[in-house]
């Protein structure tokens, strides 16, 4: 139940086209859901976020939208560029006084030019 | 200003020997964490640090590791007679307080022959 399901597992697009990922949860205890971006060597960085009250967020050519009743969510990478190609995971962050985040399987991300 | 840093970047270490791998929070978060990351996978939560003391160490695999924080600052963790299965990146994240925006070091991959 505390499982964060992501998919797919790979993604391949072309420049300017949309990429979308896609995550669903089970537990209605996640009250967080980050996304993170990962290159090759390095810390996965922190992308965009939303909070269950909220149903979509926007930054710059990323937005997050969220269905709270289908416990799904999902990244949008528009006008995608070869610079996004990178690793992609979604995540949840359990409430409660744990500080864990429960991480997707990560979406492997290849824009070509 | 300064990141999250982990030192050693790479460690190769013999089957049954221990490691020490080191994280150094970004100033002034009073929250840190270590999550483990095999090749290929999402990221496995070990264990958070609110200030010094650790609520939830339910993700430590085995009684082969360990974690300490002190100081409210650096954190080391120590896998003691290490195993193959043990090779990953351990990442560590720090946070302003718990939850939420966690921040992460570039890693430590650990390769045990």
């Known amino acids: 139940q505390q499982q964060v399901k992501q998919s797919p597992q790979s993604l391949i697009v072309q420049k300017g086209g949309i990429s979308i990922i896609n995550c669903a949860y089970e537990n209605t205890a996640f009250d967080y859901f980050p996304w993170y971006q990962q290159f090759p060597g390095k810390g996965p960085a922190l992308l965009i976020a939303i909070r269950p009250d909220v149903s979509e967020k926007k930054e710059g050519r990323f937005t997050i939208s969220f269905n709270k009743s289908a416990k799904q969510f999902s990244l949008h990478i528009m006008d995608s560029q070869p610079g996004d190609s990178a690793t992609y995971f979604c995540a949840a962050f359990l409430t409660g006084n744990t500080g864990k985040l429960i991480f997707g399987q990560g979406t492997t991300l290849q824009v070509k030019p | 200003g300064a990141g999250v840093s982990q030192s050693p970047s790479n460690k190769v270490t013999e089957k049954g020997k221990d490691v020490e791998l080191r994280c150094d929070p970004i100033s002034g978060h009073t929250a840190l964490y270590w999550y483990r990351q095999r090749l290929g996978q999402g990221l496995e939560f070990l264990i958070y640090f609110q200030g010094n003391s650790a609520p939830d160490k339910s993700g430590l695999p085995s009684d082969r590791f360990s974690a300490e924080r002190t100081g409210e600052s650096v954190s080391t963790l120590t896998i003691q007679r290490t195993q193959q299965e043990d090779s990953a990146v351990y990442l560590c994240?720090?946070?302003?307080?718990?939850?939420?925006?966690?921040?992460f070091g570039p890693g430590t991959r650990l390769t045990v022959t």
């Open positions: 994240a720090s946070s302003l307080a718990w939850g939420y925006e966690q921040y």
